[in-house]
C-alpha cells in the first residue's frame, strides 16, 4: 500500500508562487504515475498535472498549463510549482498514485487512481 503526504500549501497572496511536495512511503513509488488534483468548496474534485512514471512525460489541464509545473525526483518525491496564483486556485490539493502504466503515459483520470494523499490547502488572498 503506497502512503501518500503533501505538504507546502497555505495562504498566499494573488501573482505569489507556491511550490507543493508529496512524499510517498514506498522506493518503488519512481515506477508509478502520479497526478495532482484539487478539490475548491463545493466543486468536483479536478485534474491538474500528471506525471508518468519516471518521470518521462508530463500532462498539464489546460486550465493551468502554463502557470503549473508537476515533476519528480528518482527517490520518493514528486511535486507540483504554481506560479502566478490566482484567487480561484484556491483548494485542498491532493496528490495521487497509480501503478500499470508504461514509462510515457500518465492519467488524468482520478478514479484510476488506488492511492491517495489527505490533500493540503491552498488559500489565495487578493
Known amino acids: 500500500q503506497v502512503q501518500l503526504v503533501e505538504s507546502g500549501g497555505g495562504l498566499v497572496q494573488a501573482g505569489g508562487s507556491l511550490s507543493l511536495s508529496c512524499a510517498a512511503s514506498q522506493r518503488t513509488f519512481s515506477t508509478h504515475g502520479m497526478g495532482w488534483f484539487r478539490q475548491a468548496p463545493g466543486r468536483e474534485r479536478e485534474f491538474v498535472a500528471a506525471?508518468?512514471?519516471?518521470?518521462?512525460?508530463t500532462y498539464n489541464a489546460d486550465s493551468v498549463k502554463d502557470r503549473f509545473s508537476i515533476s519528480r525526483d528518482y527517490n520518493n518525491k514528486a511535486y507540483l510549482e504554481i506560479h502566478s496564483l490566482r484567487r480561484e486556485d484556491t483548494a485542498v490539493y491532493y496528490c495521487?498514485?497509480?501503478?500499470?502504466?508504461?514509462?510515457?503515459?500518465?492519467?488524468?483520470?482520478?478514479?484510476?487512481?488506488?492511492?491517495w494523499g489527505q490533500g493540503t490547502q491552498v488559500s489565495v488572498s487578493s
Open positions: 506525471i508518468s512514471p519516471f518521470g518521462r512525460n
Open positions: 495521487a498514485a497509480r501503478g500499470g502504466l508504461d514509462n510515457y503515459h500518465s492519467s488524468s483520470a482520478a478514479g484510476e487512481y488506488p492511492h
